[in-house]
């Protein structure tokens, strides 16, 4: 299907650094680097883009010569699934106990549907690829759509990409895709602290007594508090 150029126009310009990224982002990033050099494409870390007043982080945007694939990455272990009623929500269930997390497809959905209106275009040409680490054990998962997959890390590098001729953006609208996502993914670090800030609506000003991150309120069965820097600290309490 042919999809009309559009004529691109960025609406946020921060600039300066971008922030650090989890090891597990480094590797699927520097992985997807390698694969798209072969194509003709580019890789950007940590995009913040805003719609509004609002601000959203995007773990890895893929350019490819016919395609945008918004990537995001979850570190996580142990079984993983997501169960046919529970609807936005997925459970992990590790040697420490089992956790309630908001769905990674709902998640990266809206983060796709954002960029679709910064960047002024169609729904078909953004993907959607949430990638878990192959200490996570999948089942259970959501059908998977044309714009729309779920999978292992080592199942994305047995992955084939392959570019389609009938739907390549001309120069001039890939050229200005990259120009915006260039300027998005160095994001400063006031950019960053607006974007962390509105994480903190749900702290209660009580730090972890392992880390001694802060804890937040986390909806499962019911609530309960659990440490920000989750997974890599999976402290957890009720409520009471």
């Avoid at 001309?170 to 990259?178: H, L, S, T, V, Y």
């Avoid at 209660?204 to 986390?218: F, T």
């Amino acid at each position: 299907m042919h999809v009309e150029q559009p004529t691109l126009i960025a609406p946020y310009t921060p600039t300066v650094p971008a922030p650090s990224y989890t090891q597990f982002e480094v590797a699927v990033a520097t992985w997807w680097s390698w694969k798209v050099s072969q194509l003709g494409g580019h890789v950007f870390s940590n995009v913040y883009i805003k719609d509004d007043d609002k601000t959203t982080e995007l773990d890895l945007v893929v350019l490819l010569p016919d395609q945008l694939i918004v990537v995001e990455c979850k570190d996580y272990s142990g079984i993983v699934y997501c169960a046919h009623d529970s609807g936005p929500r997925w459970t992990e269930i590790t040697s420490n106990g089992k956790y309630s997390f908001y769905s990674p497809v709902y998640q990266n959905l809206y983060h796709c549907r954002m960029l679709c209106k910064c960047l002024f275009l169609h729904p078909s040409q953004v993907q959607s690829l949430v990638v878990f680490a192959d200490t996570a054990t999948l089942y259970e998962l959501p059908p998977e759509t044309p714009t729309s997959k779920v999978v292992t890390f080592s199942q994305l590098k047995a992955m084939s990409l392959c570019i389609d001729s009938k739907s390549v953006f001309n120069q001039d609208a890939f050229n200005a895709i990259q120009s915006s996502l260039s300027v998005w993914s160095r994001s400063d670090h006031v950019i960053a602290s607006v974007h962390d800030s509105q994480f903190d609506a749900n702290s209660i000003g009580k730090s972890c007594p392992l880390c001694g991150h802060p804890l937040r309120v986390r909806q499962g069965r019911t609530k309960f508090l659990g440490c920000s820097m989750y997974p890599q600290c999976t402290y957890t309490e009720r409520i009471h």
